[in-house]
């Protein structure tokens, strides 16, 4: 099963075995290095059909980078649960089977910045695995933080547009630190929980096999009889979870830009596997509202003293890809690619993205054919009454591709169970329509203030020295106060020290979430690095 995939992609892997020059038209030639001219020094003529193949094909080699995670790194390898501890909760066979070991594909990325920017600067990594499984593709499309920057997926785009390199001369090219990012962090105080994770260590891992990987969400399991659980899944390094400190960062992107995209390339080259643990936090239906914050609020971590995280399985990497753009650029992750035993809930950014990646990609691959691609296909059958289109490559036989049809043909619906079937989990769900933000997603501070209490003094002098010099690049002298003034609400020393560090007045500290007294901070001199 675990090499399942790899057998497919066989039929799509070309190896030239350096012999001789076929043009797409399958014709022989034997000169490639002179266009076909009139005369000696005379101009190129049109009729030089290889010449145009060859350039024509060149001029078309690109296409558009994702809008956010464009530049990334993947690999094949397989996944295998423990045991069938998780079958109570779901009939997803993968998760639950032991003696099914299911083929995935991962593509680690960072987000902001462009497919060429560098590798280790401060910013969200992503952890995207699509799992080949029997029941059809599963895409578990994670960050290595737990907790995202916004709770609606309406917001999306004004993020990404304060995120990314500002629009007149694109600078700075893949940071946070700017005007148009902390300006939106400022206003939006959503933000602050993951600005926090943002400015700590792990924004900065040392390298994608020592990162943990978080689905963000909560997400939901199924049972075969119907029965729902919420869930949230966690990736945890076997390596542990290693961070480069920012003086290091600043170096190696000078010195390497591929350092992390090098790390995972040659540690599978040589035999070094990388491996991580699935674990799963479950909460019943029944406790939906047992917290102080709402399991569908995607800035909210559910705490593992709260909530253990139960290991499930055992991810491993094991096979670079051939073809870095017709695997790893071309994948397609997409959070609605999912299967029977598992769905989602009514998290208002999760319903966002079940739009957003398919629409994307439409345009990112050239039309509605691109999960044909080989590293897109699932390892089981495909069998639907959709046609042509940009890239078509099957060749789709008979008279109908509709249903209900008397003629035969085309792929009627057959009946079936769930799980065999999927189904979708039978949410009750009612109320009037309304544009307004929940109230209990109104906590912007609680956590982020958890966060800060949890880290140790050297993790909190990180953290302080993170923000100092981030807002320190930023020329609106408002913005960074407004920014200093947010952070007195997670906590007074935080915004003490980085208000000092800037050299700010004090903020006004209204009420903090967290009084909760901080490590000294007193050895931290001036904003640190040298960009
Ligand atoms: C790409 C994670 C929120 C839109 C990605 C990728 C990851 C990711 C890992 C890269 C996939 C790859 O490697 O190909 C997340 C997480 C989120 C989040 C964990 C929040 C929990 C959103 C939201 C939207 C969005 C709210 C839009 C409403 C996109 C788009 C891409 C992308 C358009 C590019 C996809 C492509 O071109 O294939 N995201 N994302 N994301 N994300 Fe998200």
Redo the contacts with the bound molecule.
Sequence with gaps: MADEKQRALDGARVDPDGSRLITQQGVRVDHTDDSLAAGDRGPTLLEDFHFREKVTHFDHERI??????AR?A?AYGHFTPYDDRLARYTAAEFLTDPSVTTPVFV???T?AGSRGSADTVRD?R???TKFYTRQGNYDL???N?P??F?QD?????D??HAVKPEPHNEIPQAQSAHDTFWDFVALQPETLHAVMWLMSDRAIPRSYRMMQG????TFRLVTADGRGTFVKFHWKPALGTHSLVWEECQRIAGYDPDFNRRDLWEAIESGAFPEWELGVQLVEETDEFAFDFDLLD?TKIIPEERVPVLPVGRLVLDRNPDNFFAETEQ?????ANIVPGIDFTNDP??Q??N???L???LI??GGPNFAQIPVNRPVTEVSTNQRDGYGQQRVHRGRTSYTPNTLGGGCPVVGGDFPEVFRHYQEKVDGSKIRKRSASFADHHGQAALFWNSMSEVERTHIVAAFRFELGKVETVEIRAAVVAQLGRVHADLAAAVAEGLGLPLPDLGEPASTQSSPALSQLGQPTGTI
């Excluded at 997926?153 to 785009?157: A, D």
């Excluded at 978080?214 to 969400?217: I, L, N, T």
């Excluded at 994948?331 to 959070?335: G, L, M, N, S």
Aim: glycine share 12%.
């Design positions: 558009p980078e994702r809008v956010v995670h990334g993947g593509r680690f990325s987000v969200v992503g952890f995207a499309v994670g960050n933080f907790v995202f916004i997926g309406i917001k999306f785009p993020f990404v978080f689905g963000v969400h995607p994948v397609a992750f997409h959070t950014l999760l966002a993205r739009f957003s990646y629409d994307t990609q990112r691959l």
